[in-house]
């Protein structure tokens, strides 16, 4: 089935730096979806990507979506205790159609 | 309706019997996903439903799963005869339009003992 990796698994990181992790996939999609998730609760979406090569910010973050179609990053600036959590990709192939996930990336922010 | 509405929060079940997880989705939304998440692991899709239409179930396992969307009311998904492998959180997300602006609920955490 679609399956999309996800790195890196983890970050331990100092409070003040960025962050980039990234997003793969064998399949194309037309739709690109980052998402955080705090613990115990749902994932919240962070940045949506509709188009192949589009950049968009939200805040400190920054997310890509690749000319491939295949894959994504996302960037978060000058981070802070606050942006400890795990964060996941996600695909869209079709609108209207399923997500799909990715592993996630844990984030921890030394202070 | 300040999101989408899970409940319950947390479902402990002793193996055999039966789980309703409900989801409520947001004033307005008349499209409801179903997601699984095991620990360490990334949602994985279940079922999207429509009011009183099952669009896509391709992620429902054939047996013992069954989800609904009633005119009234919530979505239902039931667990029949539960499993320790059922235990998970699932999530529930709805939107007002196919698979655009999809909001999370803050899932169940079911527990099968």
């Known amino acids: 089935g679609q399956q999309l990796n996800q790195s890196p698994q983890s970050m331990f990181i100092q409070e003040g730096e960025d962050v980039s992790m990234n997003c793969t996939s064998s399949s194309i999609f037309n739709t690109w979806l980052w998402y955080k998730q705090d613990p115990g609760e749902g994932p919240v979406l962070l940045i949506a990507l509709y188009k192949a090569g589009e950049l968009t910010s939200n805040g400190r973050l920054t997310a890509q979506f690749g000319i491939t179609r295949k894959d994504s990053f996302l960037n978060i600036s000058a981070s802070i205790p606050s942006d400890v959590g795990i964060y996941f990709c996600a695909g869209q192939r079709e609108y209207g159609n399923k997500l799909v996930f990715g592993a996630g990336t844990i984030l921890r922010v030394k202070s | 309706n300040a999101g989408v509405m899970q409940n319950p929060r947390h479902l402990v079940r002793r193996r055999g019997q039966e789980a309703r997880l409900r989801c409520s989705p947001m004033k307005g939304h008349s499209h409801v996903y179903w997601y699984r998440q095991l620990p360490e692991e990334g949602l994985k899709f279940m079922v999207y439903l429509q009011k009183e239409n099952i669009i896509d179930e391709s992620g429902m396992p054939k047996e013992r799963f069954s989800a609904e969307f009633p005119k009234e009311g919530p979505s239902i998904l039931r667990i029949q005869q539960v499993v320790r492998g059922d235990s998970a959180a699932y999530f529930c997300?709805?939107?007002?339009?196919?698979?655009?602006?999809?909001?999370f609920g803050s899932g169940t955490r079911l527990t099968v003992v």
């Open positions: 997300a709805s939107s007002p339009v196919p698979g655009y602006g999809y909001t």
